[in-house]
T-cell receptor, first 116, second 114 residues
Framework: DGGITQSPKYLFRKEGQNVTLSCEQN?????MYWYRQDPGQGLRLIYY???????QKGDIAEGYSVSREKKESFPLTVTSAQKNPTAFYLC???????????????FGQGTRLTVV | AQKVTQAQTEISVVEKEDVTLDCVYE???????LFWYKQPPSGELVFLIR??????QNEISGRYSWNFQKSTSSFNFTITASQVVDSAVYFC???????????FGAGTTVTVRA
């Protein structure tokens, strides 16, 4: 079945460590996104990419990094510079600008990151 | 900049009651898209509906209905005859033609009690 796969579902990180969250899609979508969700704050955009080898910062990019070497993959690295990384992270994809109109985004099941 | 406001933090109803979720948005763009998503306890957001700024026709789909009013910048969502399975967090979102990212409201938690 087509969809978005995020792994792992739960992740624990020690202070000072970098961790990478995986996001893979087989929907042939051009655009991919990373959102962070904290209680009571909705979803905030970290990074997004409209095409391979190109990506842009979202509203809260500090302390995060991404890459887009393949259309299907958009991994997110949470670096030690991120002061409060404990949150629920959601990856999404959509058809992107080629679609003209803005189509709906499809979301993965999320990764819950906890700093221990 | 775009902004989406969902003033209702939590709504609790008894099964079979109707539930209306409010959404107010701000944008200077004339072409934009509005969305509603549902987030059940499993965590994955599920797409419910999309409307563009040129389509103010309201719609009913099963137990769901939407009321889009450009004059008041509102895009409200109603669940008729609610069921326990409707319990979830509901998000309103906005994306403009000149931008490539969804702006989400803070979400409304709906609890339907049997």
């Amino acid at each position: 079945d087509g969809g978005i796969t995020q792994s792992p579902k739960y992740l624990f990180r020690k202070e000072g460590q970098n961790v990478t969250l995986s996001c893979e899609q087989n929907l042939n979508h051009d655009a991919m996104y990373w959102y962070r969700q904290d209680p009571g704050q909705g979803l905030r955009l970290i990074y997004y990419s409209q095409i391979v080898n190109d990506f842009q910062k979202g509203d809260i990019a500090e302390g995060y990094s991404v890459s887009r070497e393949k259309k299907e993959s958009f991994p997110l690295t949470v670096t030690s510079a991120q002061k409060n990384p404990t949150a629920f992270y959601l990856c999404a994809s959509s058809m992107g600008v080629r679609a003209g109109a803005r189509t709906e985004a499809f979301f993965g099941q999320g990764t819950r990151l906890t700093v221990v | 900049a775009q902004k989406v406001t969902q003033a209702q933090t939590e709504i609790s109803v008894v099964e079979k009651e109707d539930v209306t979720l409010d959404c107010v948005y701000e944008t200077r763009d004339t072409t934009y898209y509005l969305f509603w998503y549902k987030q059940p306890p499993s965590g994955e957001l599920v797409f419910l509906i999309r409307r563009n700024s040129f389509d103010e026709q309201n719609e009913i789909s099963g137990r769901y209905s939407w009321n889009f009013q450009k004059s008041t910048s509102s895009f409200n969502f109603t669940i008729t005859a609610s069921q326990v399975v409707d319990s979830a967090v509901y998000f309103c979102a906005l994306e403009t033609l000149n931008d490539y990212k969804l702006s989400f409201g803070a979400g409304t938690t709906v609890t339907v009690r049997a």
